[in-house]
T-cell receptor
Framework: SQQGEEDPQALSIQEGENATMNCSYK?????LQWYRQNSGRGLVHLIL?????REKHSGRLRVTLDTSKKSSSLLITASRAADTASYFC?????????FGTGTRLQVFP | DTEVTQTPKHLVMGMTNKKSLKCEQHMGHRAMYWYKQKAKKPPELMFVYSYEKLSINESVPSRFSPECPNSSLLNLHLHALQPEDSALYLC??????????????FGSGTQLSVL
């Protein structure tokens, strides 16, 4: 399968803590994207990092990309209860956007 | 308007029924997508339309028939589905019809149950 793998599968933290989730993939990529999905709803695009970039920031989000290790990480700083959701990485290669298995994040107030 | 609107939100159909899912966006996006998502699994790409033309079909069974009548509208026609087709069907759009699969805007989905 070309599907990316994310770990951990589930993560529970307290409000104010940081959350880190990791994504590993198998093929070369044009870019890597992170999406958030609240339960039973559509996905929301969070951030896109291109294959020639190593780090990108957007608000409380920090994404890193290591193409030599075929891996990426998403850091959410100062988490809030509203950050509770599933987070998916998605790797873009030519004509495919393959979503990873996802990390379910629970942030307790 | 930054929304992708999908109707209906929920659909229950029998295996002999014919139904359609509808998706609409008014952001001027030129690429539109259908994804299928089973519970606790990642979305899987079904179809991509670019400039109202089908550009990617991920070997989807013919009981699923997509249609793009204009740049704002995307339909998915369903016929003779199987219970295993029960899933959340997500529509998405992206701005550039030539630069596909970047920064997708998703609708809230149609939760389909096939009895």
């Amino acid at each position: 399968s070309q599907q990316g793998e994310e770990d951990p599968q589930a993560l529970s933290i307290q409000e104010g803590e940081n959350a880190t989730m990791n994504c590993s993939y198998k093929t070369s990529i044009n870019n890597l994207q992170w999406y958030r999905q609240n339960s039973g709803r559509g996905l929301v695009h969070l951030i896109l990092i291109r294959s020639n970039e190593r780090e990108k920031h957007s608000g409380r989000l920090r994404v890193t990309l290591d193409t030599s290790k075929k891996s990426s990480s998403l850091l959410i700083t100062a988490s809030r209860a509203a950050d509770t959701a599933s987070y998916f990485c998605a790797t873009h290669n030519t004509d495919k956007l393959i979503f990873g298995t996802g990390t379910r994040l629970q942030v307790f107030p | 308007d930054t929304e992708v609107t999908q109707t209906p939100k929920h659909l229950v159909m029998g295996m002999t029924n014919k139904k359609s899912l509808k998706c609409e966006q008014h952001m001027g996006h030129r690429a539109m997508y259908w994804y299928k998502q089973k519970a606790k699994k990642p979305p899987e790409l079904m179809f991509v339309y670019s400039y109202e033309k089908l550009s990617i079909n991920e070997s989807v069974p013919s009981r699923f028939s997509p249609e793009c009548p204009n740049s704002s509208l995307l339909n998915l026609h369903l016929h003779a589905l199987q219970p295993e087709d029960s899933a959340l069907y997500l529509c998405a759009s992206s701005q550039d019809g030539a630069l596909l699969l970047e920064k997708l805007f998703f609708g809230s989905g149609t939760q389909l149950s096939v009895l």
